[in-house]
């Protein structure tokens, strides 16, 4: 199988292009000084001369804040949305497969039940959320050969994440406040990469949801559990969103992503995140 990965700079990408190649798979990374995404000419040139079975699309526009700034909403718009129609039209003209990471953002992020991967109810609360949903829709409604994966809270070896921020954080203060009404799980990009490659291999289309397993949990929850088994003392404060602040977009307070669907289609469910969390720590300089 030969696959091409957009976001190859990315903690996603960087571990999709090296699982491909452990499994012995033509691997193509690219970012944006390889393929302008949001340059319809420089999209179908480079997958044209790839000749893929399979785009993995990880490349987006991530800084959920700074999406809400006013002279960024277009750009963001041209990434998310028009980058990921772009990659689609090009995989429709070349009859591959398409893999598009989306998020839970796309929903309102309201109440306590999980999400449902085949859920419609969209609603999304911030400019990263809503342009992800177009991203989703371009995919669909070009192609038939698709899977959406939506993921939630992710940490990897090759960026900056949650984990590193609170490793940071709580080197430098004896106490830390963290959001305990945030409910969600996080997702290991080296597990998450293992999956992706499973499911690029098959041809069970369609939406999915992939987090580690080992129940929904808060931010503050997974600090505690970060502090433990790097061996911090640091106290945790719990806060609620309201009284945190800070935060220019709406963050769902509902991350709960059900995942049923990936046993159901024959795919291995992550490992717990404690124990992504155990094997990641020592991945990384801390």
Not at 22 to 47: K, L, Y
Not at 260 to 286: C, H, M, T, V
Request: glycine letters at 8%.
């Amino acid at each position: 199988m030969k696959a091409l990965v957009t976001g190859v700079k990315g903690q996603l990408g960087f571990d999709v292009v090296n699982e491909l190649k452990n499994r012995g798979h033509d691997a193509v990374g690219v970012d944006i000084e390889e393929m302008d995404i949001t340059d319809p000419e420089s999209v179908s040139r480079v997958i044209g001369e790839a000749a893929p079975d399979v785009v993995i699309h990880c490349a987006a526009w991530t800084a959920v804040d700074a999406a809400e700034d006013p002279e960024n909403i277009a750009k963001v718009r041209a990434v998310n949305a028009g980058g990921t129609r772009n990659i689609a039209q090009v995989c429709k003209k070349l009859d591959c497969k398409m893999m598009y990471i989306s998020t839970d953002y796309v929903f309102n992020g309201q109440g306590t039940q999980p999400w449902q991967p085949d859920c419609r109810d969209y609603a999304p609360l911030n400019v990263y959320g809503q342009t992800k949903l177009e991203g989703e829709l371009a995919v669909a409604d070009t192609l038939e050969k698709y899977f959406i994966v939506r993921i939630a809270w992710v940490f990897g070896k090759n960026g900056s994440n949650f984990i590193k921020t609170m490793l940071n954080v709580g080197k430098k203060h004896d106490t830390v406040r963290v959001v305990s009404d945030q409910i969600g799980t996080p997702t290991y990009t080296l597990d998450l990469a293992r999956l992706l490659v499973d499911m690029a291999e098959s041809e069970k289309y369609g939406y999915y949801h992939a987090t580690n397993e080992g129940g929904y949990i808060s931010w503050y929850d997974f600090t505690c559990e970060i502090y433990k088994q790097a061996g911090y003392a640091t106290r945790v404060v719990p806060v609620t969103t309201a009284e945190y602040g800070l935060s220019k977009a709406a963050r769902p307070f509902n991350s709960r992503l059900d995942k049923s669907k990936l046993a159901e289609n024959g795919f291995q469910p992550l490992p717990a995140w404690q124990d992504a969390l155990q094997r990641y720590l020592k991945e990384i300089d801390f």
